[in-house]
C-alpha cells in the first residue's frame, strides 16, 4: 500500500519519506527545516500546528533548539513561515491524496500559506481510494475536510504546468510506523 | 457587411495564438484524458453519474429542502432564489451590513452567470479574482474563453505586458517568474480581504455540504483569510447523499484536466473559526435562475447533469478553431450554448447554436452522459418554431417537400452548373455563392443521375431482394457508387430494387430545426421503401442511414405525430448500412473478395454518423483489409471533415480549416487512397484534395470493393 501510495503521490510532485518511528521522523523534520533555513525573521519561520503526533513532545525545547519554530499558529505567523507542518488523517492510494480534517484553522494556515508545507501521518493510515474514506469522515463531525494531492500547480498561462501558485511548492509527506506510544 | 457573429468569427481564426494554443491543447488532452480514466469503466461511471444526477434534477425542491435543513442546522446561513437580481442584492447586503471593503474570489461560474463583479464594483467594493486565468482576464478586462482554462487563448508574452502594468515593474516573459508575481500579487490581496466568495462544484443535500474542487490553492484561503464566506451555487449542483460525491470526483478531474485529483478538494460544512478565534459567516445561496424550468421540460432536463468539466469544449473540433469569445461571454462551447439558451435567452442561442457540426464527438465522452448534440438540435427546432425560418430556406424546403420538383431541379442544376465545371467539379462559382468552393471544389451535377442508370443495370434474377435507399449525394452526384454496391449485392446473390418515389431523407431540413419539413420527407420514404417486401434497406450514406433508423422515428415524436411511428420502427429495424451488410455477407461467406493483390496503404477516414451514431468502425477497415489493401491509420481519424451537410455552405469558414486539418494528416499517412463510408464526406475530401493538388484517390469503400470481387 505505502509503495503504491508513493508512486502516486510522487507522481502529482510530492516527496514522500517514511520511518519506523517517531524519534525518527522528527529527528528527520528537525535536519529538514535546518537545512531549509528555519531562522527567527519573517519568512524564514516554520510553523506546527498542534496534533497527536506532538503528544508528549517538549514543545518547548523544541523551539529552543530551532530558532523561528513556532507551535503558536495564527494568521500572522503562518504567512511569515516558509514551512508549515500539520497532520493528515489518511492516505489514498489510487490518486496519492492525503485527507484531513482541518476544522481546526492552525491546520489550515499551516497546511495553506508557506512555501513548504510538511505532512505527518501514520502508515497504518493508508486506504485505497476514495470510497474507503468517504466511508470513514463525516461532514457532520468535520467542517473543513480537506484532499490535498501534490503541491498547489497552474496551467493557466499557456498551458504550462507550473507548481505552487497560492498554496504550497513544495509538499513533504512524513509516514511513520510506530506514530502511538513511542517517547523521543 | 457580415454581421458582428461572422466577424467574430473571422476573428477567431484568424488568432494565430488561439487557434494554435487550443489545437494543441485539444489534440494533448484526447491523449491525457485517456491515460487518466486508465482503469476506470468510464461507461459505467457516467451511468451512475447521469443517474444521480438525474434523480437531484427530478427532485429540485427535495435536494433544496433537505441540504437547506442540513446546512442551516450546521450553522449556515441559506437563501434561494430564482432571481439574479436578489442573489446580488442579498450578496451586497451582506457585504454593507459587515463594512467589507474588499472581496477576493476563487472561480465561479455561477458568479459570472449573473453579472456579480460589476454588480459590487459598481457599489464601490473591490472584486479580486483569485484563480489566475481568472485574474489575467480581470487585468485584461476580458471575459473567460474556456470555462475550464478561462485565459487559454493568451500568450505569456501578454500576461507579461499585464503583470507589468499591474506591479509597475517591467517583467520577463518567463511563465514559473510571472506565476510568483500572482502569487506575491494576491497573498496580499488574500490576507486583507473581508469577504471570500466562491461557488460550488457539488452541493450534498444530505449533509449540508458544498464541495470545492481547485488546483492552486486559491479556493482554501478564499475560505479561511476572510470571515464572512459566500458560496454561490446553481441549484443543478445538487447530489442526494454525500457518497454521489464520489463519483463525480472520480470523473471532473479526469475529464477536465486529465487529472486523476485536483490538487485540493476542500468539503465544506457549516461554518468553521476564523483566525481570531471568532466562528465565520457562512452564507449559501442557492440560485435558480430558470434551472428548475430546465428541471421540468423532458428534453432539456438532462442538462442538468452536467458537471462543468468541459471536456465538450475540449474534443469540439468547431471551439478548438475558434474557442470561447465568438460563443458569448459566459458558458461556452456544446453545453455552454444549451445554457445560454436557457440561463440568459432563447434568442441569444440563435447564432452560436449554429457552431454545432453535429460530429457527436461531445456526445461519446460526456461525464454525465448529457446527449448535447440531440439538444442543440432541440434549440434549432425551438427556434424555428417560434422565429420561423429564413425565407430562402422556406423556399428550398417547399421544394425538397416536392419530389418531383426537386428531382427537376438537380436535373436542371446539372446543365446550369457546366459553364463553371471543369472535369467532375464545380471549381468557381460567381459572385457570393464564390465561398462555397473556397479551398475546396464542387462536384458538378451528374449528366445522368443513379435513378435514370439504375434502369439500364442489367441485374440477374435472384430471390433475395433488397432495398436501396440512395440518396441525393449518391443519386445526383456520385452515380457511380450506388452502381457499385448493386454489382457487390449482386454477386453476394441479392437482387437490388430501387423505389423510384425515395426522396431526400430529410436531415438537411432537420438539422436547421425544420421539423415538418423532415417529418414530410420521412413519410414520403416510408411509402416508398417500405412498398416491397425485403429484408433489408441498404444505404452507402451514414447520414441517411441515420435518418431512415434514428431520426424518421425522433422526428415523429419531438413533433407529438403517431401515425407513422409504427411504420417509422419497421423501417428502422430492415435498414443498415453498406459495410455492416458486406462484412456480414462475407462472414457467411456469400461473399469474398479477392485478396491475393497487394493493393498498397490505404488510410480510412471515419464519418460522424457511422463512427458514433450506428457505432459501426471495425468493419469498412476488415473489409478493405480482406480486399488487400493495407490499413495505414491516420491521426484523428474519427474528427469530423468539417463537411456536416449544409454546415459547409452556412459556415464555409469554420469548414475549410476543419478540411485542412483533415487534408494534412491524410497526407502525412503516405497512403495514395483515403477511403469512406460516406458521400457527404467524399464530396468535402475529394473536393479539398481536387484544390490542394495532392495526388490522392478520394473513394467511398463501397468503390474500392467493387474493384476488388472474386470472379
Known amino acids: 500500500m505505502y509503495e503504491q501510495f508513493k508512486v502516486r503521490a510522487e507522481g502529482v510532485g510530492a516527496e514522500v519519506h517514511r520511518f519506523r518511528t517517531r524519534g525518527e521522523a522528527l529527528d528527520f523534520i528537525c535536519t529538514f527545516l535546518q537545512q531549509e533555513g528555519t531562522a527567527d525573521a519573517p519568512q524564514s519561520y516554520a510553523v506546527w500546528a498542534a496534533g497527536p503526533f506532538l503528544t508528549g513532545i517538549d514543545t518547548a525545547q523544541l523551539s529552543g533548539k530551532i530558532p523561528g519554530l513556532s507551535f503558536n499558529v495564527s494568521r500572522q505567523t503562518a504567512a511569515d513561515s516558509k514551512i508549515g507542518i500539520s497532520e493528515a488523517d489518511w492516505a489514498l492510494t489510487d490518486t496519492g491524496s492525503l485527507v484531513a480534517d482541518q476544522t481546526a484553522v492552525e491546520q489550515r494556515l499551516a497546511a495553506t500559506l508557506p512555501a513548504i508545507h510538511i505532512a505527518l501521518i501514520g502508515t497504518d493510515r493508508i486506504l485505497p481510494d476514495k470510497a474507503a474514506v468517504f466511508s470513514r469522515i463525516n461532514p457532520r463531525a468535520s467542517r473543513y475536510i480537506a484532499f490535498i494531492t501534490g503541491p498547489s500547480r497552474t496551467a493557466d498561462i499557456e498551458r504550462v504546468l507550473t507548481i505552487g501558485v497560492h498554496g504550497p511548492k513544495r509538499l513533504v509527506i512524513v509516514f511513520i510506523d510506530e506514530i502511538e506510544g513511542v517517547t523521543v | ?711
Not at chain 2, 269 to 281: A, C, I, L, Q
Not at chain 2, 460 to 472: D, H, M, R, S, T
Not at chain 2, 686 to 698: C, K, L, T
Open chain 2, 1 to 711: 457587411m457580415k454581421s458582428a457573429f461572422k466577424q467574430s468569427i473571422d476573428k477567431a481564426i484568424n488568432d494565430a495564438n488561439l487557434t494554435g494554443a487550443l489545437g494543441k491543447f485539444s489534440e494533448a488532452y484526447k491523449v491525457n484524458r485517456a491515460r487518466a480514466y486508465e482503469g476506470i469503466d468510464f461507461e459505467l461511471l457516467r451511468t451512475v453519474i447521469a443517474e444521480r444526477k438525474s434523480y437531484a434534477a427530478s427532485n429540485l425542491d427535495l435536494m433544496a429542502a433537505e441540504f437547506t435543513r442540513n446546512a442551516e442546522a450546521a450553522g449556515a446561513r441559506v437563501f434561494q432564489t430564482d432571481d439574479p437580481e436578489k442573489v446580488k442584492e442579498y450578496i451586497l447586503k451582506v457585504a454593507r451590513d459587515n463594512f467589507v471593503k474588499t472581496v477576493v474570489k476563487s472561480k465561479s461560474m455561477a458568479t459570472e452567470e449573473i453579472h456579480l463583479n460589476a454588480y459590487l464594483e459598481k457599489a464601490g467594493i473591490k472584486v479580486g479574482e483569485t484563480d489566475l486565468g481568472e485574474w489575467i482576464i480581470q487585468l485584461a478586462g476580458q471575459t473567460p474563453s474556456h470555462m475550464v482554462m478561462p485565459a487559454i487563448h493568451m500568450t505569456k508574452e501578454e500576461v507579461s505586458e499585464l503583470f507589468s502594468k499591474e506591479v509597475n515593474e517591467r517583467l520577463s516573459t518567463d511563465i514559473p517568474r510571472l506565476v510568483e508575481v500572482a502569487r506575491k500579487e494576491l497573498r496580499s490581496k488574500f490576507l486583507a480581504a473581508d469577504m471570500g466568495i466562491t461557488g460550488g462544484n457539488i452541493a450534498v443535500a444530505e449533509t449540508g455540504s458544498i464541495v470545492l474542487v481547485t488546483n492552486e490553492g486559491n479556493a482554501r484561503m478564499v475560505t479561511t483569510l476572510p470571515k464572512i464566506h459566500i458560496a454561490l451555487v446553481g441549484i443543478e449542483k445538487f447530489v442526494e447523499k454525500f457518497a454521489d460525491a464520489i463519483p463525480i470526483l472520480t470523473a471532473l478531474p479526469r475529464s477536465a484536466t486529465a487529472q486523476l485529483l485536483t490538487s485540493y478538494v476542500s468539503i465544506i460544512t457549516g461554518p468553521s473559526p476564523n483566525t481570531d478565534g471568532s466562528t465565520k459567516e457562512l452564507h449559501i445561496i442557492l440560485m435558480d435562475n430558470r434551472r428548475t424550468e430546465m428541471a421540468n421540460d423532458p428534453k432539456f432536463k438532462q442538462a442538468l447533469q452536467c458537471i462543468r468539466c468541459g471536456s465538450c469544449l475540449n474534443v469540439c473540433p468547431v471551439f478548438r478553431l475558434v474557442g470561447g469569445h465568438v460563443f458569448g461571454k459566459i458558458y461556452t462551447g456544446g453545453i455552454g450554448t444549451i445554457l445560454t439558451a436557457w440561463f440568459d435567452e432563447l434568442k441569444k442561442s440563435e447564432e452560436i447554436q449554429g457552431l454545432c457540426i453535429q460530429c457527436g464527438n461531445c456526445k461519446e465522452i460526456c461525464p454525465s452522459k448529457i446527449d448535447i448534440p440531440e439538444l442543440i438540435m432541440e434549440i434549432r427546432r425551438r427556434l424555428v418554431q417560434k422565429e420561423g425560418l429564413p425565407l430562402l430556406h422556406k423556399a428550398i424546403y417547399s421544394v425538397v417537400n416536392n419530389r418531383r420538383l426537386f428531382h427537376g431541379m438537380l436535373r436542371a442544376a446539372s446543365l446550369a452548373g457546366k459553364p463553371f465545371a471543369s472535369g467532375k467539379f464545380l471549381r468557381h462559382l460567381p459572385l457570393f455563392l464564390a465561398d462555397l468552393t473556397d479551398g475546396r471544389s464542387l462536384p458538378a451535377i451528374a449528366a445522368e443521375p443513379f435513378r435514370d442508370r439504375f434502369k439500364k443495370i442489367k441485374q440477374p434474377k435472384l430471390n433475395e431482394k433488397a432495398v436501396f435507399y440512395a440518396g441525393c449525394l449518391i443519386d445526383f452526384a456520385y452515380p457511380e457508387m450506388g452502381e457499385a454496391l448493386v454489382k457487390i449485392l449482386n454477386k453476394a446473390g441479392i437482387e437490388v430494387i430501387f423505389p423510384e418515389e425515395q426522396t431526400c431523407c430529410g436531415a438537411p431540413a432537420r438539422y436547421s430545426g425544420a421539423y415538418e419539413v423532415a417529418a414530410r420527407n420521412a413519410i414520403d420514404n416510408i411509402k416508398a421503401l417500405l412498398s416491397e417486401e425485403v429484408q433489408y434497406v441498404v444505404s452507402a450514406c451514414p447520414t441517411c442511414t441515420v435518418a431512415l433508423s434514428h431520426e424518421f422515428i425522433s422526428t415523429f415524436e419531438s413533433l407529438g405525430q403517431k401515425e407513422w411511428l409504427p411504420k417509422a420502427k419497421e423501417l428502422a429495424g430492415k435498414t443498415v448500412d453498406f459495410s455492416t451488410l458486406v462484412k456480414k455477407l462475407v462472414d457467411d461467406g456469400r461473399l469474398s473478395l479477392n485478396d491475393r493483390r497487394k493493393l498498397g496503404k490505404v488510410t480510412y477516414h471515419d464519418s460522424c454518423h457511422l463512427k458514433r451514431t450506428l457505432q459501426v468502425s471495425s468493419q469498412p477497415r476488415e473489409l478493405l483489409s480482406k480486399a488487400g489493401y493495407e490499413l495505414a491509420e491516420m491521426f484523428e481519424c474519427d474528427m469530423c471533415c468539417g463537411m456536416g451537410g449544409s454546415y459547409s455552405i452556412k459556415l464555409p469558414e469554420i469548414s475549410a480549416p476543419i478540411l485542412q486539418r483533415k487534408l494534412q494528416n491524410i497526407k502525412e499517412t503516405g497512403a495514395p487512397v483515403v477511403a469512406m463510408d460516406c458521400p457527404g464526406c467524399v464530396m468535402q475530401i475529394r473536393g479539398g484534395i481536387d484544390q490542394d493538388g495532392a495526388d490522392i484517390r478520394v473513394r467511398h469503400t463501397v468503390e474500392l470493393l467493387a474493384e476488388q470481387l472474386e470472379d
